[in-house]
Protein backbone atom coordinates (compact mmCIF):
# COMPACT_ATOMS: atom_id res chain seq x y z
CA UNK A 1 0.00 0.00 0.00
CA UNK A 2 1.65 3.30 -1.53
CA UNK A 3 0.92 6.70 -1.61
CA UNK A 4 1.25 7.41 -5.40
CA UNK A 5 0.14 11.16 -5.75
CA UNK A 6 -1.02 13.85 -3.20
CA UNK A 7 -2.72 17.25 -4.61
CA UNK A 8 -3.38 20.49 -2.44
CA UNK A 9 -3.01 24.02 -3.11
CA UNK A 10 -2.78 25.70 -5.88
CA UNK A 11 -0.23 27.96 -7.54
CA UNK A 12 -0.02 30.47 -4.99
CA UNK A 13 2.56 29.48 -2.32
CA UNK A 14 0.76 31.55 0.74
CA UNK A 15 -2.56 30.30 0.81
CA UNK A 16 -3.04 27.09 3.16
CA UNK A 17 -5.71 24.84 1.04
CA UNK A 18 -8.81 23.92 2.27
CA UNK A 19 -8.66 20.37 1.00
CA UNK A 20 -6.45 18.06 -0.54
CA UNK A 21 -6.85 14.61 -2.75
CA UNK A 22 -4.59 11.43 -2.60
CA UNK A 23 -3.93 7.92 -4.58
CA UNK A 24 -2.95 4.95 -2.93
CA UNK A 25 -2.39 2.13 -5.04
CA UNK A 26 -2.64 -1.12 -3.03
CA UNK A 27 -1.81 -4.71 -4.24
CA UNK A 28 -1.28 -8.14 -2.36
CA UNK A 29 -0.51 -11.51 -2.97
CA UNK A 30 -3.83 -12.84 -2.31
CA UNK A 31 -7.53 -11.39 -2.26
CA UNK A 32 -8.18 -12.27 1.45
CA UNK A 33 -5.28 -9.85 2.46
CA UNK A 34 -6.53 -7.64 -0.05
CA UNK A 35 -9.77 -7.30 1.69
CA UNK A 36 -7.79 -7.26 5.33
CA UNK A 37 -5.39 -4.14 4.06
CA UNK A 38 -8.42 -2.33 2.58
CA UNK A 39 -10.07 -2.53 6.19
CA UNK A 40 -7.09 -0.75 7.75
CA UNK A 41 -6.96 1.90 5.06
CA UNK A 42 -10.75 2.38 5.82
CA UNK A 43 -9.97 2.51 9.93
CA UNK A 44 -7.26 4.21 9.41
CA UNK A 45 -8.92 6.78 7.26
CA UNK A 46 -12.05 6.53 9.74
CA UNK A 47 -9.45 7.48 13.15
CA UNK A 48 -7.46 9.92 11.49
CA UNK A 49 -11.06 11.84 10.30
CA UNK A 50 -12.11 12.02 14.42
CA UNK A 51 -9.16 12.71 16.00
CA UNK A 52 -8.38 15.97 12.79
CA UNK A 53 -12.02 16.47 13.04
CA UNK A 54 -12.30 16.55 9.19
CA UNK A 55 -14.31 15.26 6.75
CA UNK A 56 -11.70 12.40 4.81
CA UNK A 57 -13.77 10.25 1.66
CA UNK A 58 -12.44 7.13 0.12
CA UNK A 59 -13.64 6.28 -3.26
CA UNK A 60 -12.75 3.28 -5.40
CA UNK A 61 -11.35 4.07 -8.58
CA UNK A 62 -10.03 0.25 -10.04
CA UNK A 63 -10.03 -2.40 -8.01
CA UNK A 64 -7.47 -5.92 -9.20
CA UNK A 65 -7.95 -9.37 -7.99
CA UNK A 66 -5.19 -11.54 -7.45
CA UNK A 67 -5.01 -14.85 -9.24
CA UNK A 68 -6.85 -17.44 -7.89
CA UNK A 69 -4.70 -20.61 -9.23
CA UNK A 70 -6.16 -23.97 -9.23
CA UNK A 71 -4.02 -27.07 -8.29
CA UNK A 72 -5.34 -29.16 -11.07
CA UNK A 73 -4.81 -26.55 -13.80
CA UNK A 74 -1.26 -25.56 -12.17
CA UNK A 75 -0.51 -29.89 -12.33
CA UNK A 76 -1.84 -29.83 -15.72
CA UNK A 77 0.41 -27.06 -17.30
CA UNK A 78 3.19 -27.97 -15.29
CA UNK A 79 2.69 -31.69 -17.00
CA UNK A 80 2.76 -29.95 -20.07
CA UNK A 81 6.26 -27.89 -19.48
CA UNK A 82 7.87 -30.89 -18.55
CA UNK A 83 6.61 -33.15 -21.64
CA UNK A 84 7.37 -30.01 -24.23
CA UNK A 85 10.49 -28.65 -22.73
CA UNK A 86 11.72 -31.21 -20.40
CA UNK A 87 11.64 -31.42 -16.17
CA UNK A 88 14.36 -28.38 -15.87
CA UNK A 89 12.58 -26.11 -17.79
CA UNK A 90 10.02 -26.34 -14.66
CA UNK A 91 10.79 -23.58 -11.65
CA UNK A 92 8.96 -23.44 -8.65
CA UNK A 93 5.54 -21.51 -8.91
CA UNK A 94 5.77 -17.83 -7.59
CA UNK A 95 3.66 -15.68 -6.00
CA UNK A 96 3.33 -11.86 -6.92
CA UNK A 97 1.27 -8.61 -6.22
CA UNK A 98 0.28 -8.44 -9.95
CA UNK A 99 -2.92 -8.01 -10.67
CA UNK A 100 -5.01 -8.35 -14.19
CA UNK A 101 -8.46 -8.42 -15.36
CA UNK A 102 -8.61 -12.01 -15.95
CA UNK A 103 -7.98 -12.72 -12.59
CA UNK A 104 -11.85 -11.83 -12.08
CA UNK A 105 -12.36 -14.32 -14.46
CA UNK A 106 -12.49 -17.24 -11.32
CA UNK A 107 -13.77 -15.02 -9.09
CA UNK A 108 -16.68 -14.58 -11.09
CA UNK A 109 -17.07 -18.13 -12.49
CA UNK A 110 -15.72 -20.12 -9.53
CA UNK A 111 -16.49 -23.23 -11.36
CA UNK A 112 -13.28 -22.32 -13.65
CA UNK A 113 -10.23 -23.64 -13.13
CA UNK A 114 -7.11 -21.20 -13.99
CA UNK A 115 -3.59 -21.23 -13.82
CA UNK A 116 -0.45 -19.04 -14.71
CA UNK A 117 2.27 -19.43 -17.31
CA UNK A 118 5.32 -17.82 -17.12
CA UNK A 119 8.08 -18.72 -20.20
CA UNK A 120 11.40 -16.58 -18.26
CA UNK A 121 11.77 -14.63 -21.60
CA UNK A 122 13.96 -11.87 -19.32
CA UNK A 123 11.76 -9.28 -19.64
CA UNK A 124 13.85 -5.67 -19.25
CA UNK A 125 13.97 -3.27 -17.92
CA UNK A 126 10.24 -3.83 -16.50
CA UNK A 127 6.94 -4.89 -17.04
CA UNK A 128 4.92 -2.13 -18.80
CA UNK A 129 7.89 0.37 -18.59
CA UNK A 130 8.18 2.20 -22.28
CA UNK A 131 11.14 0.51 -23.11
CA UNK A 132 10.02 -2.76 -22.24
CA UNK A 133 11.53 -5.60 -24.29
CA UNK A 134 11.57 -9.38 -24.39
CA UNK A 135 13.09 -12.17 -26.29
CA UNK A 136 10.51 -12.93 -29.09
CA UNK A 137 12.45 -16.15 -29.25
CA UNK A 138 10.11 -17.56 -26.31
CA UNK A 139 7.31 -17.02 -27.89
CA UNK A 140 6.93 -19.96 -29.91
CA UNK A 141 7.88 -21.64 -26.53
CA UNK A 142 4.85 -20.34 -24.77
CA UNK A 143 3.17 -21.21 -27.97
CA UNK A 144 3.88 -25.14 -27.69
CA UNK A 145 3.47 -25.18 -23.80
CA UNK A 146 -0.11 -23.84 -24.05
CA UNK A 147 -0.76 -26.16 -26.79
CA UNK A 148 0.17 -29.25 -25.07
CA UNK A 149 -1.66 -27.78 -21.95
CA UNK A 150 -5.28 -27.80 -24.20
CA UNK A 151 -4.13 -31.18 -25.67
CA UNK A 152 -3.92 -32.35 -21.74
CA UNK A 153 -6.83 -30.59 -20.86
CA UNK A 154 -9.27 -32.08 -23.37
CA UNK A 155 -7.71 -36.05 -22.83
CA UNK A 156 -8.71 -35.29 -19.21
CA UNK A 157 -12.11 -34.18 -19.70
CA UNK A 158 -12.62 -36.35 -23.05
Known amino acids: MKVTSFHAGGSSTNIIPGKATFTIDMRAQSNELMEE ?5 ENTAS ?4 YHNISIKLTLDAAMKAAVVSDEARSIIEGAIRESLGEKALKPMITTTGGDDFHYYTIKRPELKASMLAIGCNLQPGLHHPNMRFNLEMIPVAVKILLKTIEKTLTKNG
Do not use: N
Open 37 to 41: MTKRL
Open 47 to 50: LLSE
